[in-house]
């Protein structure tokens, strides 16, 4: 049974940096994606950040492009998100989820529905407040 497990999360000032981790031990990488999702108060969850974990491809989308950055190390089994010049806006509970044969990145990230994604993490708070 394969278990996503998120860490990393805490309160930031805004401007600060945080980097989330999903640990995937037992997914198999070359079969699945990855997506970051976050969800606000009385907010719909959204995606923000995904990675094909074959071939290490990604997309974010604008409101976060160029702040965020997803990437993966197969040796650990692990997705990374790294999250710099954070904002107010920014503030939810970030889950990350694996899709089989999560390839289209792009698509993935715009397009899935959540019914797509076979594995979900439980959530890591991320806060951003001065």
């Known amino acids: 049974q394969v278990q996503l497990v998120e860490s990393g999360g805490g309160l930031v000032q805004p401007g600060g940096s945080l980097r989330l981790s999903c640990a995937a031990p037992g997914l198999p990488f070359a079969d699945y994606g990855i997506a970051w999702f976050r969800q606000a108060p009385g907010k719909d969850r959204e995606a923000v950040s995904c990675?094909?974990?074959?071939?290490?491809?990604?997309y974010s989308v604008d409101s976060v492009e160029g702040r965020f950055t997803v990437s993966r190390d197969t040796a650990k089994q692990t997705v990374f998100l790294q999250m710099r010049n954070l904002k107010p806006e920014d503030t939810a509970v970030y889950y990350c989820?694996?899709?089989?044969?999560?390839?289209?990145?792009?698509?993935?990230?715009?397009?899935?529905?959540?019914?797509?994604?076979?594995?979900w993490g439980q959530g890591t708070q991320v806060t951003v407040s001065s």
């Open positions: 990675i094909n974990l074959d071939d290490g491809s990604t």
């Open positions: 989820a694996a899709a089989y044969r999560g390839f289209d990145v792009p698509n993935m990230c715009t397009l899935y529905s959540l019914l797509e994604f076979s594995y």
